[in-house]
């Protein structure tokens, strides 16, 4: 017997019993965010060799990634480095990368990507 995966069900009302959801976005199992954790950190070790201090936030951390890769202006490329960050964070007072357990990341990636747009303005609006 597999395992069934009851979120994804809804109620559809009467005598239906339940239907599929179709608004049920896949996304990977947080097993994978432990896996890119080696990734995340060597990012911040390597922001902390270059610049000589840890990352002040998680939006400085973004920004340099960015423009260590050249890609500031590729929005598609912003956007989902974006995404893939609000997976992490960095734990205060220390260089460790740790993953993000907040249950809605959006408003991580939003600020993330109002950061970028800033620093491509001239700075804080």
Known sequence: MG???L???RSAGGRVRAERSSGVVQIPPARYYYEQLPIFQSMVDSYCEVNGRRPASLDDLYLW???T???AADQARATDLADWLSYFEIEPNSLLGIVNVVADRTPVAR???AARDD???GGPR
């Open 3 to 5: 395992f069934l995966n």
């Open 119 to 121: 620093a491509q303005a």
């Open 111 to 113: 600020r993330l990507l």
């Open 7 to 9: 979120a994804s069900w």
């Open 65 to 67: 990634v960015l423009a």
């Open 69 to 71: 890769e050249g890609n």
